[in-house]
């Protein structure tokens, strides 16, 4: 142990716990027995210990002692390693809008204040005028399409009724940990192609295609989750004709960020596309509404399955998605929230490169930050009340260097103590400028 500051003591049992040298449940030695083998003060240790406690990582049983945290079943999930572990005085985990630049429902759902929309089980699951709206707003023609229950649902439904166990499919690295949680469920067998700056790389998706028996590809064409990056329409063109050599691979478009993405609607536009459009981080999450186009063989399917289970979304909600999307008043709203969502990640970004830090948040509501070692800055900031979300659960495969999501659309413009947090969280001399490099143990993730 090179370091043996609070920080650096508590990096180090990070570092053991994840590389399985200390596996959950185990009994720490007394803080003192700590202090004594590494020569510190007993404060030094406890005050890593209070980090780590903090962060999730260990547990106190009173006179029992301290433990490794145990991981249940759920916690194994890539998608639950991403939220803050116990309260927080600044949550920057999450990924959700800012409630405040969300559109007003109240006029909306004066307006839509209709019984006869909940009257039959047996009407279209999708509101007729609202399927006329969604149609032109689609970046392609779709033979058919429907409403679910969210982008997520989109996924979950599409994957359902088209990859099997075993299927080879391709996606983003990093990529969406939800998503790679429901591909793990029905035993796709996942292949990661890199981002850069305009999207998917096409050599990286020609060389998939080519060595494997792809069945899906599944990308986000804006405001990518979690790097921010928009597909060009250049980039999408390239790919569109490599997947046209490979006619049977369905192409899943997850635009999650709707109309808060500052890039135009992007899309592959293949035959086999299917794209997901979701109003979530525009409308409001508890509409819990995506719309989902594409070729009618896949849509029908997961129109067909929904039928057993919650047969519709809800058409009250459509009917207050249809009057926000056709209202001028909430249409500005949107485009303000939209603008301040750039200005936010401008200025935090702006910010951490003055500090020598490396980011990128080109669109949408999260920044990706290139950290010197993922769990030092995450106990780091956990001891300033600071919560991101870890980048290890968005990789396929292990990136060049470790990195932190930070939902910089929850960050007023006033940034510059926030950014002075995390460039001493990401650099590990604490000088903010230059690179920095430190190699892990072979494991430690």
């Known amino acids: 142990m090179d370091d043996r500051s609070a920080r650096g003591i508590a990096a180090a049992i990070s570092r053991m716990i994840t590389a399985g040298t200390l596996p959950a449940g185990t009994r720490l030695p007394t803080v003192r027995d700590v202090a004594r083998q590494l020569g510190v003060s007993p404060t030094t240790v406890s005050e890593a210990w209070r980090s780590l406690t903090r962060a999730g990582v260990l547990q ?36 959700v809008p800012d409630h405040d630049l969300l559109p007003d429902l109240t006029d909306a759902l004066k307006r839509i204040g209709d019984g006869r929309l909940t009257s039959s089980y047996l009407d279209a699951p999708v509101l007729p005028g609202l399927e006329e709206v969604l149609r032109a707003r689609w970046p392609f023609a779709p033979s058919s399409l429907t409403v679910v229950d969210g982008a997520l649902d989109a996924l979950d439904r599409v994957i359902g009724v088209s990859v099997r166990f075993g299927d080879h499919v391709v996606v983003e690295n990093p990529a969406f940990p939800p998503l790679l949680d429901l591909l793990q469920t029905v035993g796709a067998t996942v292949i990661g192609v890199p981002v850069d700056k305009s999207g998917m790389s096409p050599e990286g998706l020609a060389a998939a295609l080519a060595s494997h028996p792809v069945v899906a590809v599944f990308l986000q064409p804006r405001a990518h989750n979690p790097t921010g990056v928009s597909m060009t329409a250049a980039r999408a063109s390239a790919l569109a004709k490599i997947i046209e050599s490979y006619p049977d691979v369905l192409v899943v478009e997850d635009d ?11 899309s592959l536009a293949t035959p086999q596309t299917v794209h997901v459009a979701s109003f ?36 009250l909600l459509q009917a207050v998605l249809l009057d926000l999307l056709t209202d001028p008043a909430a249409a500005a709203q949107v485009s303000d929230a939209r603008e301040m969502y750039a200005t936010r990640r401008a200025a935090l970004l702006a910010a951490l490169h003055a500090r020598g830090v490396t980011a990128t948040a080109d669109d949408g509501i999260n920044l990706w930050m290139a950290v010197d070692d993922q769990q030092m800055a995450m106990v780091a900031l956990a001891a300033h009340g600071i919560a991101v979300a870890p980048g290890a659960p968005f990789c396929v495969t292990p990136l060049p260097s470790d990195h932190v999501r930070v939902t910089a659309g929850l960050v007023p413009t006033e940034v510059d ?26 494991g430690w993730r």
């Not at 194994?76 to 927080?88: I, K, T």
């Not at 999650?256 to 992007?266: F, L, T």
């Not at 103590?417 to 072979?442: F, I, V």
């Open 60 to 95: 106190t049983r009173g006179r029992s002692g301290t433990f490794v945290a145990t991981v249940s079943s759920r916690q194994r999930l890539r998608y639950s390693q991403m939220g803050a572990v116990g309260a927080v005085a600044q949550d920057l985990s999450t990924g």
């Open 417 to 442: 103590d926030l950014a002075d947090a995390l460039a001493a969280a990401a650099l590990l001399d604490s000088r903010g400028s230059g690179p920095r490099t430190r190699p892990h143990p072979r």
């Open 280 to 315: 979530s981080k525009s409308h409001g999450p508890d509409l819990r509404l995506a719309a989902v186009g594409g070729p009618a063989p896949v849509i029908s399917a997961v129109a067909d399955r929904r039928l057993l289970g919650p047969g519709w979304s809800s058409r």
């Open 256 to 266: 999650h960020a709707g109309d808060i993405a500052s890039a135009p609607p992007v």
